[in-house]
């Protein structure tokens, strides 16, 4: 994938690891999360295999609970 735009500023988004948390029935679970980021909107674009690691992380919650 090319560097792509923010849809809300316009400006060239990079490519970085973030920290990213979710919730599910009272579990918590922080990761680092790939993806293209706007540096200026805070707004994030991510790949088919960027969200394979979210769903993973869902599935880790979901079996905890």
């Not at 809300?8 to 599910?24: D, H, N, Q, S, W």
């Not at 990761?31 to 805070?42: L, R, V």
Request: charged residues 25%; proline residues 8%; glycine residues 8%.
């Amino acid at each position: 994938m090319d560097n792509p735009v923010c849809p809300e500023t316009g400006l060239p988004m990079i490519r970085a690891v973030r920290p990213f948390t979710l919730k599910y029935k009272g579990e918590t679970v922080t990761f680092d999360m790939p993806g293209w980021y706007c540096e200026e909107s805070g707004q994030s674009i991510h790949t088919g295999n960027d969200l394979k690691i979210s769903d993973r992380m869902l599935n880790t919650l979901k079996a905890r609970s």
